[in-house]
């Protein structure tokens, strides 16, 4: 077996933690044969409830976890990682205007990202999922200026996924047969979710999903709306926010990361901006297309057209 790496996840007693931690515990995101210490990380009044996490990973008898910590402590969490994915965030509350919103995750990242910079491994891959997701992204990167900028993502592969749902769903075929959806930009209401270059697979052959469809209305339509407002809709029906779905993003997310992508195929991911040939202005933490060959390096695809 290979050495432990050591994994992060802070709000580790929230949701979308809860939905999460079983999936990297058993191989799902980084191999079955790739040994963890698992770091658990939430605030002070919350280690009561992380205790009950702590105690349901033990129970699991997972034999990959070498080891699971559970602190409020960041000296403890951030040493020596691998990988942290920054759950954790400041929810919006009723009455709070986003400027107030956007003003608590500065404080939240910012003491993160100088965490990352003082105790974790230069090269520890950083993906940021609490919302504002982009926002809380660069400001972290910013916090952390010894670890390179293009180690830090946010997750936009929610949208991406809830966007292949719908075109399998239209068509009757599973997610799996759809790919190369784009999401471009931000991880809110104002993304664009884009099918220009997107492929399905329909009696063994792959046809473009515009061709597929023959729905040019509903593309530029309903489709939008539907994956643009899909996390409101899940709040308004289930009273609370995405977990399971996003639990499964983030690890379709880091897989690809440690594994690089299939061949022919990417995927969106909120990225630094620098150097993209779409015209998106450098320093700005914006969803791409990428593909990834490595754990080192992030492409962008320069030839697709924005079509946002």
């Known amino acids: 077996m290979s050495e432990p790496i050591r994994v992060l996840v802070t709000g580790a007693a929230g949701q979308i933690a809860y939905s999460l931690l079983y999936s990297i515990g058993n191989?799902?995101?980084?191999?079955?044969?790739?040994?963890?210490?698992?770091?658990?990380?939430?605030?002070?009044?919350?280690?009561?409830?992380?205790?009950?996490?702590?105690?349901?990973?033990?129970?699991?008898?997972?034999?990959?976890?070498?080891?699971?910590i559970a602190t409020d402590k960041e000296e403890i969490a951030f040493k020596d990682l691998d990988v942290a994915i920054l759950v954790g965030s400041m929810p919006?509350?009723?009455?709070?205007?986003?400027?107030?919103?956007?003003?608590?995750?500065v404080k939240i990242f910012k003491c993160q990202g100088a965490a990352l910079d003082k105790y974790a491994k230069k090269s520890v891959k950083v993906i940021v999922v609490g919302n504002p997701a982009n926002t809380?992204?660069?400001?972290?990167s910013k916090s952390a200026p010894s670890i390179p900028k293009e180690n830090f993502s946010c997750l936009t592969r929610l949208d991406h996924n809830r966007a292949k749902a719908q075109i399998a769903i239209k068509l009757g075929v599973i997610s799996d047969d759809v790919k190369n959806v784009i999401i471009w930009g931000n991880h809110s209401s104002t993304q664009y979710p884009d099918v220009n270059h997107a492929k399905v697979k329909l009696q063994g052959k792959e046809v473009g999903v515009y061709e597929a469809l023959k729905d040019d209305s509903w593309l530029k339509g309903e489709f939008i709306t539907t994956v643009q407002q899909r996390g409101a809709a899940v709040i308004k029906a289930r009273k609370l926010s995405s977990a399971m779905s996003a639990a499964k993003a983030i690890c379709d997310h880091v897989r690809d990361i440690w594994f690089g992508t299939p061949e022919g195929e990417f995927v969106s991911m909120g990225i630094i901006s620098d150097?993209?040939?779409?015209?998106?202005?450098?320093?700005?933490?914006?969803?791409?297309?990428?593909?990834?060959?490595?754990?080192?390096?992030?492409?962008?695809?320069?030839?697709?057209?924005?079509a946002g």
């Not at 919006?92 to 995750?105: H, I, P, S, V, W």
């Open 27 to 68: 191989g799902s995101v980084f191999g079955k044969d790739q040994p963890i210490i698992l770091v658990l990380l939430d605030i002070t009044p919350m280690m009561g409830v992380l205790d009950g996490v702590l105690m349901e990973l033990q129970d699991c008898a997972l034999p990959l976890l070498k080891d699971v």
């Open 92 to 105: 919006r509350r009723d009455g709070m205007e986003r400027k107030d919103l956007l003003k608590a995750n």
């Open 136 to 140: 809380n992204c660069l400001t972290a």
């Open 275 to 306: 150097g993209n040939s779409y015209g998106i202005p450098d320093d700005l933490l914006y969803s791409f297309p990428v593909t990834i060959k490595s754990r080192i390096k992030l492409i962008f695809l320069p030839w697709l057209s924005f």
